[in-house]
């Protein structure tokens, strides 16, 4: 078998799993770019899709999507593909949780001076209406949690591009968004620049040592734990969190690793929940119609 005829069955694959478990013709796109090689280009896949849908009737919609989106667009599923090789997600032999966080912020660097909005949503394409319209779904999902209000500190942790900021600050009193990615805090500040109650600070990527306890009344983390997993300092993040709540306040994780085993998640965010007396409100839901994302929610204990 030729490295083209393996890249080809490989998307296949990735297309059927993608059917099977209706993701959004986007997700399966960004799935294409994150696990194949230069051997195949998009208007190979385009027609790869097309081709499937002889024996998938009841997705040809769906196939057809697949094909709109990676038909005459070569460059952007290259970039999409470059983002999406910025940044590694597999620990390096005998690495640090330090050495695994400072490796993942010059990849969050390299990834950001690509395409801004497929760094921090690669499902985006590199799309900015795409990234808003996702942005704007999770927002409605967290006002629905009673997550936002006029008298709330938020913390977001890898806020990333600042795409939240900009998003959530007519809704809370002040937002703290951190990251370990100086690039990205840089296009964050200009993203968000006039915004008086919106702060970004560059961190360790280590804990949250640097704020007080009961400090805030909302935690947030999209798409942030699989590289505190991957980094080995999920935990810590878990019991820092439950310690800057302030009693009754709400951690929303969204995706807590992509070790493609939501039971595995459930079963981690439970056990931490009960370690640090917080309780589970929302466990591993998909409530997105735009994004694959995996939803848990955490309630800090004392309040009402």
């Not at 069955?9 to 990735?14: F, L, N, S, T, V």
């Not at 993701?23 to 799935?31: E, S």
């Not at 370990?180 to 968000?192: D, K, L, P």
């Amino acid at each position: 078998m030729t490295a083209a005829e393996r890249e080809r069955m490989i998307a296949r694959r990735i297309l059927e799993n993608c059917m099977a478990n209706g993701l959004p013709a986007a997700v399966a796109v960004a799935r294409l770019a994150v696990n194949l090689k230069t051997e195949i280009h998009a208007a190979e896949l385009a027609d790869l899709a097309l081709d499937m849908r002889a024996n998938a009737s009841h997705c040809k919609g769906w196939l057809e999507n697949i094909a709109v989106l990676l038909s005459g667009k070569a460059d952007a599923f290259d970039n999409l593909r470059s983002t999406a090789a910025s940044v590694c997600h597999d620990r390096q032999g005998d690495e640090t949780g330090e050495m695994t966080v400072r490796r993942l912020a010059g990849g969050f660097d390299e990834a950001v001076a690509i395409s801004a909005a497929a760094s921090v949503q690669l499902s985006s394409l590199g799309d900015e209406e795409k990234l808003s319209a996702t942005t704007a779904e999770i927002v409605s999902w967290l006002e629905r949690q009673d997550f936002t209000g006029a008298d709330e500190t938020i913390l977001d942790i890898g806020c990333g591009i600042g795409r939240f900021e900009g998003a959530l600050h007519a809704r809370a009193k002040h937002i703290v968004g951190i990251d370990i990615s100086s690039r990205m805090i840089a296009v964050a500040r200009r993203r968000c620049a006039g915004l008086g109650n919106v702060e970004f600070r560059q961190t360790s990527g280590l804990d949250l040592a640097e704020f007080a306890d009961a400090g805030f009344d909302s935690v947030l983390a999209v798409d942030s734990f699989p590289y505190l997993v991957l980094a080995g300092v999920a935990e810590r993040h878990f019991s820092e969190m439950a310690r800057v709540l302030r009693p009754g306040g709400m951690a929303a994780i969204l995706n807590y690793s992509y070790r493609m085993s939501p039971a595995a998640d459930s079963s981690d965010i439970r056990h931490l929940a009960r370690i640090y007396g917080m309780d589970l409100v929302i466990d591993g839901e998909m409530p997105f119609r735009h994004w694959d994302g995996t939803a848990f929610l955490i309630r800090s204990t004392g309040g009402t």
